[in-house]
């Protein structure tokens, strides 16, 4: 199976930075999309960040100028540089990534969810 790790929340103050990592392990053929969404405290769970195989992104317009997702094909990981946070930005945020991978059934496209990261932004 495929397992996804991330690191690097934590308590940071506004104005502040954080990056966070994701690392993808397992039989895995390749990777096609790597991800970062959010989930605030009481609000639904939002996308952030979209990289590509081909290193094509994508970011939620409440990001832009602020976050860059950025990947390491040969390491499997997918980071996001997070600058310039505000207490908004508190959340928990969580990768996914799309895999072609090896299972107990076979070769399978996968959808593969992290557990999550907190990141708390103080003012």
């Known amino acids: 199976q495929v397992q996804l790790v991330e690191s690097g929340g934590g308590l940071v103050q506004a104005g502040g930075s954080l990056r966070l990592s994701c690392q993808a392990s397992g039989s895995i053929f390749s990777i096609n999309y790597m991800a970062w969404y959010r989930q605030a405290p009481g609000k639904q769970r939002e996308l952030v960040a979209t990289?590509?195989?081909?290193?094509?992104?994508k970011y939620a317009d409440s990001v832009k100028g602020r976050f860059t997702i950025f990947r390491d094909n040969a390491k499997n990981t997918v980071y996001q540089q997070t600058n310039s946070l505000k207490p908004e930005y508190t959340a928990v945020y969580s990768c996914?990534?799309?895999?072609?991978?090896?299972?107990?059934?076979?070769?399978?496209?996968?959808?593969?969810w992290g557990q999550g990261t907190l990141v708390t932004v103080s003012s």
């Open positions: 996914n990534v799309g895999v072609d991978a090896l299972t107990d059934q076979g070769r399978r496209y996968l959808e593969v």
């Open positions: 990289v590509t195989s081909g290193g094509l992104t």
